[in-house]
């Protein structure tokens, strides 16, 4: 199973764009990169996920590397309520189910 | 994105007895169903994986006896969690995925048990 490595945590200012790094060098060609997170005592929020393309949506856009071992989220225009728990999750599968085991994610913080 | 319920939010027990957790997929069929456990500070970890109409899958060192997992339907799964203790008390989130496997995983609000 691919693992994912986050730094603990990072700050940023409110206004400028939140660059959140996650490194996943043992990645598989048809394993997904996918991004959620947690706000304190909430249930985690999807946010964006991709496989080889760059993607965007309307909360974040989502580099992916062209070795495909590390990508990066981007929060465009970061706000106080984009403060959370990122979690960079790759998606494993076992016995046909497709799960997401997290790890320990980077503890973001907006600062006014 | 789909909206995943749970129900209650919160429940505080006396040690001893069983507590039902409900989750509930609202706009889309739920072919396969997830509970995660998670202690204060900590990340989630998950407990089983479940398919509707089979039996839960659990993870290694997660009770199959203790936490009792029924996905009866494509839009409800419960966690029961019986003869619960302090030790059990955390907050469980369900988690819900439609019929393909590429389809995205959504997660519910969590429910904070509290036991005595």
């Known amino acids: 199973d691919a693992k994912t490595t986050q730094p603990t945590s990072m700050d940023c200012a409110e206004g400028r764009a939140a660059n959140l790094p996650c490194n996943h060098s043992t990645i598989s060609g048809n394993e997904y990169v996918y991004w959620y997170r947690q706000i304190h005592s909430q249930g985690p929020q999807y946010i964006i996920h991709g496989l080889k393309n760059n993607e965007t949506n309307e909360m974040a856009s989502l580099i992916i590397t062209e070795d495909r071992k590390s990508s990066t989220l981007i929060l465009p225009h970061a706000t106080l309520r984009d403060t959370a728990v990122y979690y960079c999750i790759v998606r494993v599968a076992n016995q046909g189910a497709q799960k997401l085991v997290f790890g320990q994610g980077t503890r973001l913080t907006i600062n006014p | 994105g789909a909206v995943v319920s749970q129900h209650p939010s919160w429940v505080i027990c006396k040690s001893g007895t069983s507590v039902k957790i409900e989750c509930r997929s609202l706009?889309?069929?739920?072919?396969?169903m997830f509970w995660y456990r998670q202690f204060p500070k900590q990340s989630l970890m998950l407990m089983a994986t479940s398919n509707e109409g089979s039996k839960a899958t659990y993870e290694q060192g997660v009770e199959k006896d203790k936490f009792l997992i029924n996905h009866a339907s494509l839009t409800l799964s419960t966690l029961t969690v019986t003869s619960a203790h302090p030790e059990d008390s955390s907050f469980y989130i369900c988690?819900?995925?439609?019929?393909?496997?590429?389809?995205?995983?959504?997660f519910g609000p969590g429910t904070r048990l509290t036991v005595l």
């Open positions: 706009d889309f069929q739920a072919t396969t």
């Open positions: 988690s819900a995925r439609g019929q393909r496997g590429t389809d995205t995983q959504y």
